[in-house]
């Protein structure tokens, strides 16, 4: 059985940060691309970031460029999410997700795996 699982949300403060972990069980994802969505209570879920296969090739969307860092240890089957400077917008379940293929996608619909979510609040 394939599993996905976050960890590392939580209650930060304006201008913290936190690092997601997402551990991966059931299959290797060492050949696959993996990335990071959210969701905000009464949004659709929107994509953060993605990686692809190797690490080497990254996409954030333009809200967290230049504040948010994606990154994998294929040896440890496991995706990261570093988070600096948040803001009450951050304010969101996060999930990550895995794709069958090497490379990076935005699109939520060609993600196969997903993990049930972290709940990450940014107080004012």
């Known amino acids: 059985q394939v599993q996905l699982v976050e960890s590392g949300g939580g209650l930060v403060q304006a201008g913290g940060s936190l690092r997601l972990s997402c551990t991966a069980s059931?299959?290797?994802?060492?050949?696959?691309?993996m990335g990071w969505f959210r969701q905000a209570p009464g949004q659709e879920r929107e994509f953060v970031a993605a990686v692809n296969w190797s690490g080497g090739d990254t996409d954030y969307a333009n809200f967290v460029k230049g504040r948010f860092a994606i990154s994998r240890d294929n040896a440890k089957n496991t995706l990261y999410l570093q988070m600096n400077s948040l803001k009450p917008e951050d304010t969101a379940v996060y999930y990550c997700?895995?794709?069958?293929?090497?490379?990076?996608?935005?699109?939520?619909?060609?993600?196969?795996?997903w993990g049930q979510g972290t709940q990450v609040t940014v107080s004012s």
């Open positions: 997700a895995a794709r069958r293929f090497s490379t990076l996608t935005r699109t939520q619909s060609q993600y196969s795996y």
């Open positions: 059931g299959r290797t994802f060492s050949s696959s691309a």
